[in-house]
């Protein structure tokens, strides 16, 4: 079985239900359609044509991460990146960031809006999908951990004598 046979077969065993959901933000119909056939196999994909139409939906679904353009009508990606992360509810999402914009200054300014990666375009599609698995394994092991030490935390503060 060549690589691909087993992707795809890996693929099929994921449950819809625990696919991590990813909402991308993008005005150019093209680049949203082509991130939308990279992304589908493995995740539940969620797509708005610009930041205040993506925001909607952020607070809607609430994704496990956004991938946005950063130049849009309406609302940048910028804009939307800094919205989410100052937001209680939804500063917990990755936050990638896509721009032709490559000079430093742009990426700087990209990462003190508190996106978690800022790609430039053109980009590969299969470092987007290593940044995207990356950025949310990592969120998960954050995840797992904090769970884990409440569950300690919450254990210890039981008296010994009460059944668990």
């Known amino acids: 079985m060549d690589v691909e046979e087993e992707k795809t077969k890996v693929q099929e065993n994921i449950k819809e239900e625990d696919k991590p959901i990813i909402l ?10 082509m991130l939308e056939d990279i992304f589908l196999p493995m995740y539940n994909v969620y797509t708005a044509c610009n930041g205040r139409e993506g925001l909607e939906m952020a607070q809607q ?4 991460l956004i991938v946005s353009d950063v130049i849009m009508p309406e609302m940048s ?4 990146c800094y919205k989410i992360k100052t937001n209680v509810e939804l500063s917990h999402i990755s936050v990638v960031l896509l721009t032709a914009q490559t000079s430093v200054e742009y990426v700087v300014e990209g990462l003190m809006f508190g996106a978690d990666d800022y790609i430039t375009k053109p980009f590969s599609a299969t470092y987007l999908q290593a940044r995207v698995e990356n950025l949310l394994m990592q969120r ?5 951990f904090y769970r884990d030490s409440l569950m300690h935390i919450n254990m ?3 008296p010994e004598d009460l059944p668990v």
């Open 24 to 33: 991308l933000v993008d005005d150019n119909t093209e680049l949203l359609s």
């Open 61 to 64: 679904i609430q994704p496990d």
């Open 77 to 80: 990606g910028k804009d939307l």
């Open 140 to 144: 998960k092991k954050l995840q797992s």
């Open 156 to 158: 210890a503060a039981v």
